[in-house]
Nanobody, 123 residues
């Protein structure tokens, strides 16, 4: 699975941005789509997840401000970010968790990453 992220940029505090991430390749293997972020000098953290069945989870700091969603084909994931704060400044990465069976019938779990898109929240 290959992922292409877009939509980052500079926004003022309180503003909104929408990130997109398009998946291609063996998309039928995707079990969940995720958004992660990495702020300068910090470890990468999981921001939001949407499962194959459509259930969503968020890290506490973005609940009620960010919304993860996907298109009907389940190959594009979005992250709508509202009420942005300076501490949301980071490089945002999309990820696809995959589960499939190899030729020997053994389960294989893989994660693919997008290239990252920079979100800067500043006045």
């Amino acid at each position: 699975v290959q992922l292409q992220a877009s939509g980052g940029g500079l926004v003022q505090p309180g503003g909104s941005l929408r990130l997109s991430c398009a998946a291609s390749g063996s998309t039928e293997r995707i079990n969940a789509l995720e958004w992660h972020r990495q702020a300068p000098g910090k470890q990468r953290e999981l921001v939001a997840t949407i499962s194959r069945g459509g259930s969503t989870k968020y890290t506490e700091s973005v609940k009620d401000r960010f919304t993860i969603s996907r298109d009907n084909a389940k190959t594009t994931v979005y992250l709508q970010m509202n009420s942005l704060k300076p501490e949301d400044t980071a490089v945002y990465y999309c990820a696809a968790d995959q589960l499939y069976y190899n030729n020997y019938g053994s389960p294989v779990a893989e994660r693919s990453w997008g290239q990252g898109t920079l979100v800067t929240v500043s006045s």
